[in-house]
């Protein structure tokens, strides 16, 4: 991990600060993971709950809470399982582009 990257990650944890543990928890947990392309996390949410010991409920309510409040967005979808990757707001990524008035 270079230096950006643990930049990138105090970044996310001094945004979250009003979230409660566990959506903070799971926030950082997608920040960390490996991810694919599109910046989608390619792991399971059971998966995703036992790495860090909670229940698979716990998780899943928890990450519903936090998808609700704009921090993770919904990627991919195979089958069943769905896969999230951190919004723009999580990031601080500014994903508009302001207009230009046409003279």
């Not at 490996?34 to 390619?42: N, Q």
């Not at 809470?65 to 769905?82: K, N």
Request: with cysteine; net charge positive; hydrophobic share 40%.
């Amino acid at each position: 991990m270079n230096n950006d990257d643990k930049q990138k990650l105090l970044d996310i944890l001094h945004r979250t600060a009003g979230m409660t543990a566990n959506q903070r928890l799971v926030v950082m947990l997608y920040a960390m993971h490996p991810t694919d392309r599109g910046g989608a996390v390619i792991e399971t949410g059971a998966n995703l709950a036992r790495l860090v010991g909670m229940s698979p409920t716990v998780f899943s309510r928890t990450r519903r809470q936090v998808i609700g409040a704009g921090w993770l967005e919904e990627s991919d979808r195979l089958a069943h399982i769905s896969y999230y990757r951190l919004s723009a707001k999580c990031t601080g990524e500014d994903v508009v582009i302001p207009l230009r008035r046409a003279t």
